[in-house]
């Protein structure tokens, strides 16, 4: 059994720590995750410039790139050994709704999916990580529940979030849907000392889509989420209706 762990809070991340302690003695571990934190990238890769990696002093590997990019350098020439499992996080901060598509957390789960090998994404739903060793023994549970019964849909990309709390451990686990979320709140506009207008992007609007069977239900009920994720973007219900579009005439 071989794990490959990543996330996107970068490989000093608590987190990561975390993760890594609740897979011991499950198999060998190789852990490779961004030297600095690369969180809101996305399935980003680097392809402008070339990447190093670099081993901390507790074995942990870092790259000077993205979430995406750590898990796509492990899997295609940094180790010479292919992981059965991929797994990411644990995050700082909830990754629900429509925050999965921003999300490197889940990125670096996916890009495990992508290369055809079962993952899960692990987060937080607060920031500050408080009570992390019991986000870990869920993450134990969840880990330890897949490889006593392998799904049999293979591969699969699992996205946890996990309720910031003493007793998550004991929390029931429900399988949910993506919910929605507001857009964003407006940007934040400064002026840096140079007398130049400076943009920060702005938080995450609430939740907008909230209703039972939703990550966000699960959590805000003292749920852990478990949402099945899939890659293809493509409305499949819309695609008559544009055939019909694309057949009407056009006028001159
Ligand atoms: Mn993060």
């Not at 934190?37 to 590997?61: E, I, K, M, Q, V």
């Not at 003292?222 to 209706?241: E, F, K, M, N, Y």
Request: some cysteine; overall charge negative.
């Amino acid at each position: 059994m071989r794990i490959l762990i990543a996330n996107d809070d970068g490989y000093l991340a608590p987190g990561l720590a975390a993760l890594v302690r609740a897979c011991e003695g499950l198999g060998d571990i190789d852990v490779i995750a961004p030297e600095q934190n690369a969180s809101g990238t996305s399935n980003s890769l680097t392809l402008n410039r070339p990447l190093s990696a670099y081993t901390s002093a507790n074995g942990f590997h870092y790259l000077n790139g993205t979430p995406s990019d750590c898990v796509h350098v492990a899997l295609t020439g940094l180790f010479d050994r292919r992981p059965d499992l991929v797994l990411s996080g644990i995050n700082q901060g909830a990754n629900m709704g429509d925050d999965t598509l921003y999300s490197g957390t889940v990125a670096a789960a996916m890009e495990g999916f992508l290369f055809g090998i079962p993952a899960i994404a692990f987060s937080q739903v607060d920031k500050g990580w408080e009570h992390l060793d019991a986000a870990a023994k869920v993450a134990r549970q969840v880990i330890e529940q897949v490889l006593a019964y392998p799904p049999s849909r293979r591969p699969f990309l699992l996205n946890v979030n996990i309720p910031n709390r003493v007793d998550a451990a004991d929390l029931p686990m429900h399988v949910t849907r993506l919910g929605r979320r507001h857009a964003s709140e407006p940007v934040i506009r400064q002026q840096n000392p140079r007398g130049e207008t400076m943009y920060w992007i702005g938080p995450a609007g609430d939740a907008r889509v909230a209703g039972e069977g939703t990550d966000f239900h699960a959590t805000a009920n003292g749920r852990v989420s478990i949402t099945p994720l899939q890659i293809d973007l493509t409305d499949h219900v819309a695609v008559p209706d544009w055939q019909s579009w694309l057949a009407a005439p056009t006028t001159p």
